[in-house]
């Protein structure tokens, strides 16, 4: 039997709320098959730890991290805690060291789903990010000069390298090319004349292998409004760090909020663990109420299923989703509800169960 080894942190806020039920589910899945099981080592990182240690995970982490086959991470962020603290010193510092440089998110909106948006159908969300991870604007390159005095200057530099985009960028079009779908490539080389001017180089030379791909190419600010506009005009995407970042929350906005955005931090030649989390961040104002909404949480597993390779499971969970989403019986407070997060996760275990004897 398969055994998949999993780093948990569950983090600050609502994290340990919303992992416990991503949890659930796994486990209920390797319960229902028989051919793979789940074994959760959980680690107690995040800004409570930062607090008492000032550290946000511990010294040689990155190194007893490197054991397990994946991370489950719940949510990183605190009141008193920096922002950029929270961020670099632990979430950022595995997908580097890890080199985590596929970020992975589905932009898909779900039967039952809410929308902001008129007259859009189901069909017409259905988008895959991939965002580059580890360089880019978020490479932390940089100096400030003259610090607390009037002259003071602060330089950020995005790192491109060819490495970088190039892998990226193949990575999408191995995609698009396995799934038949166009890619877009969204950048800003009207404006960054050197980054920009660079990633779109190498998006038309590795495109000169794969022929049979329809491309389109969009400056960020122009892909920001056909998104809002025209959303079924994008099917695989790929972009940079920053611009990935930014878009996917949009993303997000328009295909149910952020209770149902989940993501991956992929090391697709699995030399390093790679690690699955909701987007939603921690959500201080709501933690211990019950209040969260676990389905991203539980979508993110749905990935980790699919990179472990059980694709069927992978694609009933999100089913199982659609499935709550529609009859509209359990659902949390954002989603119009007043059931409790583990009431959900209770639900769709229900549903596993129920499914599953019906095949």
């Known amino acids: 039997m398969l055994k998949?080894?999993?780093?948990?942190?569950?983090?600050?806020?609502?994290?340990?709320?919303?992992?416990n039920e991503g949890i659930k589910v796994l486990n209920e899945a390797a319960r229902l098959d028989k051919g793979f099981e789940f074994g959760f080592t959980y680690f107690?990182?995040?800004?409570?730890y930062y607090k008492e240690?000032?550290?946000?995970?511990?010294?040689d982490g990155i190194d007893q991290l490197k054991k397990f086959d994946a991370i489950f991470l719940g949510a990183v962020g605190a009141p008193g805690v920096p922002d950029h603290i929270s961020l670099w010193d632990l979430l950022l510092i595995i997908r580097k060291s890890f080199d985590q440089y596929i970020n992975l998110r589905p932009v898909k909106l779900l039967n039952g789903a809410p929308t902001p948006l008129k007259d859009v159908a189901v069909q017409d969300v259905d988008m895959v990010f991939v965002r580059e991870n580890t360089e880019g604007e978020y490479a932390g390159s940089g100096s400030w000069l003259f610090k607390g005095k009037p002259n003071e200057v602060v330089i950020q530099n995005g790192v491109f390298?060819?490495?970088?985009?190039?892998?990226?960028?193949?990575?999408?079009?191995?995609?698009?090319?396995?799934?038949?779908?166009?890619?877009?490539?969204?950048?800003?080389?009207?404006?960054?004349?050197?980054?920009?001017?660079?990633?779109?180089?190498?998006?038309?030379?590795?495109?000169?292998d794969y022929p049979e791909v329809k491309t389109y190419s969009y400056l960020v600010d122009?892909?920001?409004?056909?998104?809002?506009?025209?959303?079924?005009?994008?099917?695989?995407?790929?972009?940079?760090?920053?611009?990935?970042?930014?878009?996917?929350?949009?993303?997000?906005?328009?295909?149910?909020?952020?209770?149902?955005?989940?993501?991956?931090?992929?090391?697709?030649?699995?030399?390093?663990?790679?690690?699955?989390?909701?987007?939603?961040?921690?959500?201080?104002?709501?933690?211990?109420?019950?209040?969260?909404?676990?389905?991203?949480?539980?979508?993110?597993?749905?990935?980790?299923?699919?990179?472990?390779?059980?694709?069927?499971?992978?694609?009933?969970?999100?089913?199982?989703?659609?499935?709550?989403?529609t009859e509209k019986k359990v659902l949390t407070p954002d989603l119009g509800g007043?059931?409790?997060?583990?009431?959900?996760g209770d639900e769709i275990v229900r549903i596993m169960q129920s499914e599953f004897a019906a095949e």
Request: neutral net charge; proline residues 4%.
């Open 4 to 19: 998949h080894k999993i780093a948990v942190i569950a983090g600050d806020g609502i994290g340990p709320e919303v992992i």
């Open 44 to 48: 107690p990182w995040g800004c409570e």
């Open 53 to 59: 240690t000032g550290r946000m995970m511990a010294e």
């Open 161 to 208: 390298s060819r490495k970088g985009c190039e892998r990226v960028i193949r990575y999408a079009y191995e995609l698009a090319k396995a799934q038949n779908k166009t890619l877009t490539s969204i950048s800003k080389a009207n404006a960054l004349n050197y980054s920009m001017v660079f990633w779109d180089q190498i998006f038309e030379e590795v495109g000169r």
């Open 222 to 325: 122009a892909a920001s409004m056909f998104m809002i506009k025209d959303p079924k005009r994008f099917e695989i995407v790929v972009t940079s760090n920053l611009f990935g970042d930014i878009l996917t929350d949009l993303g997000a906005a328009i295909a149910g909020g952020m209770g149902l955005a989940a993501g991956a931090n992929l090391n697709p030649e699995r030399t390093f663990p790679s690690m699955f989390e909701p987007i939603h961040g921690s959500a201080p104002d709501i933690a211990g109420s019950g209040k969260a909404n676990p389905l991203a949480t539980v979508w993110s597993a749905s990935q980790m299923l699919e990179f472990f390779g059980h694709n069927k499971w992978s694609e009933r969970i999100i089913g199982y989703i659609e499935k709550i989403l």
């Open 338 to 344: 007043s059931a409790t997060t583990s009431q959900v």
